[in-house]
């Protein structure tokens, strides 16, 4: 369960596209069921960030393949021979674009048959994942704050159609929080979901704890970046500080 104060904390990033938090279910939310439009699954966390509502959707409600991605149904063979990646000139060949399918990631078949949407400022349950879009300086603080204790690198995975697979399913499999850019997606493209050159992050389960912590905790603005002169001068102090340490092992350091 998100805390009160972890709610608050990513309140103050001030996203203009506000955190959602998602939960893969086999059993029906106790929310209501989306009742708009029929959309893309890429689609529906923007319906939870302008919105403000917490719903669920099933597979009948994607007008796409998140729910392929999501094991909610089999590859359909037409579109997995790459006839359709080739038609629309995302790939030189129906066999270029079939590799899409060779290496999708996809959740277990038949073990989720709900997505539960929630901007977090609302969501009451144990997320799967946390879900951003941000713009750089925001992202440069929700990125930093997915390594700040692991020392993890930032690694970007995806290919360029069916984006939802490796927002929704990869992170999950993998355990490791996964970024890409808005504008380079054929299907978030075509539909215009968000503007481009955003930054859309997924923190699965397995990072949310350790990511909310840190971001309680370091500086969202680090020491380098700070004019004011108190800063400066504790900068300096640790510098001058890096030189001592070399003094003991005959070498300098050159970073200024």
């Known amino acids: 369960m998100l805390s009160e104060a972890s709610k608050t ?28 439009e029929k959309l893309a699954f890429c689609q529906y966390a923007k319906v939870a960030q302008t919105t403000g509502e917490n719903f669920y959707v099933t597979a009948e409600d994607d007008a796409c393949y998140g729910r392929m991605v999501l094991g909610m149904i089999e590859k359909p063979p037409v579109t ?64 930093r704050a997915t390594c700040y204790a692991s020392g993890d690198p930032w690694e970007s995975k995806s290919t360029p159609a069916i984006s939802c697979a490796w927002m929704y399913a990869y992170p999950i499999i993998s355990g490791k929080v996964n970024h890409i850019t808005t504008g ?15 930054r859309m992050i997924a923190v699965p389960f397995q990072k949310i704890d350790e990511f909310l912590a840190a971001l309680a905790e370091m500086d969202w603005t680090l020491i380098a970046f700070r004019d004011d002169p108190e800063s400066r001068a504790e900068l ?15 070498t300098h350091v050159d970073l200024h």
């Open 236 to 250: 300096a102090r640790r510098m001058d500080h890096w030189q001592e340490m070399a003094r003991e092992t005959g």
């Open 80 to 143: 997995a021979s790459g006839q359709a990646g080739y038609d629309f000139g995302i790939y030189k060949t129906p066999s270029a674009a079939r590799q899409l399918y060779q290496h999708m990631p996809i959740l277990e078949p038949g073990a989720i048959r709900y997505v539960w949407f929630a901007p977090v400022s609302a969501c009451d349950f144990d997320p799967d994942l946390l879900f951003f879009v941000a713009d750089l300086p925001q992202a440069d603080i929700l990125m």
């Open 9 to 36: 904390l990513i309140a103050k990033l001030d996203l203009t596209y506000p955190a959602v938090a998602i939960k893969y279910c086999f059993e029906t939310p106790p929310v209501p069921r989306y009742e708009g």
């Open 184 to 198: 380079f997606y054929h299907g978030l493209k075509r539909r215009g979901t968000y503007p481009p050159g955003l």
